[in-house]
């Protein structure tokens, strides 16, 4: 690909297309970068039998065949939608996980969209005793710099269903 990555740019691309997070749950992005900075797609075959992306990009992927979830949302400040659209989300991944299929979690770089919902999903099946224990899991084996965005923290902190009744009182411009 002929795009790198600035090198004074932060955070920094990740440094593989997905990682295993726990025994069938990966995470990734649509993106990564090599060790001399060079900036890659990552394209989606049929390595995984559901894909959940909150990002899409063109020719990315998935293989025909594979489950495609889709819930496009922006590494920001979620609406009260968008955050129960992310706990659909989750728990199809829980669901897909309890009947032994294998999932990929993935946004742009793969750090705080797809953090948020492997984080919550790692939670919900009781794989974590808590959410900062999810999120510490999620950095060790994506990224130190996965789920840098605090509001998404702070959503998996006060739990998601909190975070949609707080959010929804006080709803985005």
Not at 3 to 18: A, F, L, M, Y
Not at 63 to 78: K, Y
Not at 141 to 165: I, M
Request: net charge negative; with cysteine; glycine share 10%.
């Amino acid at each position: 690909m002929k795009e790198t990555r600035q090198k004074d740019r932060e955070p920094p691309g990740p440094g593989s297309p997905w990682d295993e997070i726990a025994p069938g749950l990966w995470m990734g992005g649509h993106f990564w970068t090599d060790p001399a900075g060079e900036l890659w797609p990552v394209v989606v075959g049929a390595e995984f039998d559901l894909v959940i992306s909150l990002f899409t990009h063109p020719g990315h992927g998935p293989g025909p065949g594979v489950e495609h979830l889709v819930g496009d949302m922006p590494d920001a400040p979620l609406t009260g939608a968008q955050l129960r659209t992310v706990q659909r989300l989750v728990r199809a991944a829980c669901a897909a996980l309890d009947s032994g299929r294998t999932i990929l979690v993935r946004c742009h770089s793969g750090y705080n969209r797809s953090g948020l919902v492997v984080a919550q999903c790692l939670v919900e099946r009781g794989l974590v005793p808590a959410p900062a224990e999810a999120i510490d899991l999620v950095r060790r084996k994506r990224s130190p710099w996965a789920l840098h965005n605090e509001t998404f923290t702070e959503y998996l902190t006060a739990g998601l269903d909190a975070a949609v009744l707080l959010v929804d009182l006080d709803p985005l411009p």
